[in-house]
């Protein structure tokens, strides 16, 4: 079975920093691969996805994720964090045309005014 | 309005009591899906559905029962609650394949 591992648990940053998230999987076939990110209160909303293509990733908000497929990699970046960036973000990974997602444990992310 | 919802939002029950978590979707999306959110496991697949009578397990179903007799609705029923079932449960849809999954609000469920 397919995992998804997010190493940093928990991030303070404060505004103006950037900010990387890790995201690394296991599944070795082909992969489309998400950002979800969960604002205090709030549903899970997408930021990013990758199918296929360039694998350096425009999402919204400002973020963006890198596809490094030999590293099984996807990582999350925003070079300049806001505090209404406060937020937890979910790597996921599902098998290309599969309908499952598998998620990561979660980055909780602090941005300090 | 277009959308997922979930009701109820927030819920209290006790133990070995049958509680039902409904979902409704008003995008025709084939797929729908149940999830619970912990703390330090992200979010675990509890069953999803294909289509309308269509159900199947995910990573954690042990506890849950789910039906899916209309397209729009997916009710997620715990038959006889457990503090272990204490979560907040996350209902999404999508159109499967390239299409990604849009979430509903949550619902926050407390085992006493």
């Known amino acids: 079975a397919q995992s998804v591992s997010q190493h940093n648990h928990h991030v303070i940053l404060s505004e103006a920093a950037s900010l990387e998230l890790g995201c690394n999987y296991s599944?070795?076939?082909?992969?489309?691969l998400f950002w979800y990110v969960q604002y205090p209160g709030q549903h899970l909303q997408l930021l990013l996805k990758?199918?296929?293509?360039?694998?350096l990733v425009k999402g919204i908000k400002g973020f963006e994720a890198e596809f490094i497929k030999s590293k099984f990699s996807f990582n999350l970046r925003k070079p300049s964090v806001q505090w209404s960036d406060t937020a937890e973000y979910f790597c996921?990974?599902?098998?290309?045309?599969?309908?499952?997602?598998?998620f990561g444990g979660g980055t909780r992310v602090l941005v300090k005014p | 309005d277009a959308g997922i919802t979930q009701s109820p939002r927030y819920k209290i029950t006790e133990t070995g009591r049958q509680v039902t978590l409904m979902c409704h979707q008003t995008?025709?999306?084939?797929?729908m899906f149940w999830y619970r959110q912990d703390l330090g496991h992200g979010l675990r697949l509890i069953y999803y559905s294909a289509a309308a009578d269509i159900t199947d397990k995910g990573e954690v179903p042990d506890g849950y029962v789910v039906s899916r007799s209309k397209t729009e609705n997916f009710p997620l029923t715990l038959e006889s609650a457990t503090r272990s079932q204490t979560s907040v449960y996350f209902c999404a849809s999508g159109g499967g394949g390239y299409n990604e999954q849009f979430f509903g609000p949550g619902t926050r469920l407390t085992v006493l």
């Open positions: 996921a990974v599902r098998q290309a045309a599969g309908n499952k997602l598998t």
């Open positions: 995008w025709s999306h084939s797929y």
């Open positions: 599944y070795g076939g082909t992969v489309n």
């Open positions: 990758y199918f296929s293509g360039d694998p």
